[in-house]
């Protein structure tokens, strides 16, 4: 998974419904570009460097996984969506949205097409005074001042004024705040584990990773399944309510909620596959006493995919022990997922279909998967 960088980006406007521009513009950033954390008041300033209209101009802060290469062309696309038109010459001119990267965390960029930190902005009251009012200690890299230095001692005596209306965030990082714990559960290379980092990620949540990794037991489960398939099953179920029980009831004053990659019950499930009749008989009694005093989650995530998809995937990650899985496997694995949900009436499950989305790298499918959960 891509790590976020947190992007500082200034939005400029002239023409047309100007705070409507500026609204939109910010709806728009957050369905492609990434989470907006903080978004400035605007302010209203006369036209830099040209005569035309007055500006409203404003500063938000977002987190994104794109370079500042691929931000540059998202931007640009934006920019034309909303109608304008490319530039002629060097000349300032007026424009239904201007987009500009003013900081990508702490890079320094000298490129004929792009420079970050953008190299006009400390010459720019009207880009200063809204950055200050989000991220007045952020440091510039490169000038090693902060953004309350650099207002204070800029030289442009440009009137900035704070505009009446307020701009707002599309993004919520509390959208999660009546739930305490979510489980995501899916097949073996569904991108449970994937979702469950971004949504902890995104949304301030305790992230509980099953430790499977860790299991001495499954690379041999993979050569010697009849010998090796009930030490790993047991091992796993005491593996995973150990983790659940202490990861849950410690409670963390910093985080929202806690989303684990992962639910207890997925031990019935794969045990059920892998086990001979009568050992399973056994195994699912240590279960039942162990299930009746879980703490359930509040919403139960399965995400489905095809077969065919899961053994792409299998592929790609290239984990060795997992390279002879067969398709009949990952078939019952799923038949024992859907058994299991359906046997359980109290318990809040969104099965959701990703076989046709890809939440990693398109962000439009990540945000419908984040709705069908709080849906």
């Given at each position: 998974?891509?790590l976020?960088?947190k992007?500082f980006?200034?939005l400029?406007?002239?023409e047309?419904?100007?705070?409507q521009?500026?609204?939109?513009?910010?709806?728009?950033?957050?369905?492609?570009?990434?989470?907006?954390?903080?978004v400035?008041?605007?302010?209203?300033?006369?036209?830099?460097?040209?005569?035309?209209?007055?500006?409203?101009?404003?500063?938000?802060?977002?987190?994104?996984?794109?370079?500042p290469?691929?931000?540059?062309?998202?931007?640009?696309?934006?920019?034309k969506?909303?109608?304008?038109?490319?530039k002629?010459?060097?000349?300032?001119?007026a424009r239904v949205?201007?987009?500009?990267?003013?900081?990508?965390e702490?890079?320094i960029?000298e490129?004929?097409?792009?420079?970050?930190?953008?190299?006009?902005?400390?010459?720019?009251?009207?880009?200063?005074?809204?950055?200050f009012?989000?991220?007045?200690?952020?440091?510039?890299?490169?000038?090693n001042?902060?953004?309350?230095?650099?207002?204070?001692?800029?030289l442009?005596?440009s009137?900035?004024?704070?505009?009446?209306e307020?701009?707002?965030?599309?993004?919520?990082v509390?959208?999660?705040s009546?739930?305490?714990?979510?489980?995501i559960e899916g097949?073996?290379g569904?991108?449970?584990?994937?979702?469950?980092?971004?949504?902890a990620q995104?949304?301030?949540a305790?992230?509980?990773?099953?430790?499977?990794?860790?299991n001495?037991f499954?690379?041999?489960?993979?050569?010697?399944?009849?010998?090796?398939?009930?030490?790993?099953?047991?091992?796993?179920?005491?593996?995973r309510?150990k983790?659940?029980?202490d990861?849950i009831?410690?409670?963390?004053l910093?985080?929202?909620?806690?989303?684990?990659?992962?639910?207890?019950?997925?031990?019935?499930?794969?045990?059920?596959?892998?086990?001979?009749?009568?050992?399973?008989s056994?195994?699912?009694?240590?279960?039942?006493v162990?299930?009746?005093?879980?703490?359930?989650?509040?919403?139960?995530?399965?995400?489905?995919?095809?077969?065919?998809?899961?053994?792409?995937?299998?592929?790609?990650?290239?984990?060795?022990?997992?390279?002879?899985?067969?398709?009949d496997?990952l078939?019952?694995?799923?038949?024992?997922?859907?058994?299991?949900?359906?046997s359980q009436?109290?318990?809040?499950?969104?099965?959701i279909?990703v076989s046709?989305l890809?939440?990693?790298e398109?962000?439009?499918?990540?945000?419908?998967?984040?709705?069908?959960?709080?849906?």
């Open positions: 998974m891509k976020l960088q992007i980006i200034s400029g406007t002239n047309g419904d100007r705070l521009n500026l609204q939109k513009a910010i709806d728009v950033l957050y369905k492609e570009v990434g989470n907006t954390l903080a400035s008041p605007v302010y209203e300033t006369s036209s830099w460097g040209f005569e035309s209209e007055d500006f409203l101009n404003c500063c938000v802060c977002l987190t994104s996984s794109l370079s290469e691929d931000l540059l062309k998202v931007f640009k696309r934006i920019e969506s909303f109608g304008r038109k490319d002629i010459g060097n000349a300032y001119q949205i201007d987009i500009d990267i003013l900081f990508y702490d890079e960029i490129e004929e097409n792009l420079q970050v930190p953008h190299i006009a902005l400390t010459d720019r009251r009207f880009v200063l005074q809204p950055l009012d989000i991220a007045p200690n952020y440091t510039h890299p490169k000038l001042k902060t953004i309350k230095q650099l207002l204070e001692s800029c442009d005596t009137e900035v004024v704070l505009y009446a307020k701009l707002e965030n599309t993004f919520d509390h959208v999660f009546d739930l305490n714990f979510i489980a097949n073996i569904s991108g449970k584990t994937t979702l469950a980092k971004m949504i995104d949304f301030n305790k992230f509980i990773l099953e430790r499977f990794a860790d001495a499954l690379p041999k489960f993979y050569e010697d399944q009849s010998r090796f398939a009930f030490p790993l099953e047991m091992s796993f179920l005491a593996d309510y983790q659940l029980s990861d009831s410690q409670y963390d910093f985080k929202e909620f806690v989303v684990a990659d992962y639910h207890i019950s997925k031990s019935l499930t794969f045990a059920k596959v892998t086990l001979p009749e009568d050992e399973f056994l195994y699912r009694r240590f279960f039942n162990i299930y009746k005093d879980m703490r359930q989650p509040d919403v139960y995530v399965y995400l489905y995919q095809n077969t065919e998809r899961l053994l792409k995937n299998i592929k790609k990650r290239g984990r060795d022990y997992e390279k002879n899985i067969q398709p496997y078939e019952k694995i799923n038949t024992g997922y859907l058994e299991f949900v359906k009436p109290n318990l809040n499950v969104k099965i279909d046709e890809d939440f990693v398109n962000r439009t499918d990540y945000l419908k998967v984040l709705k069908q959960i709080l849906s």
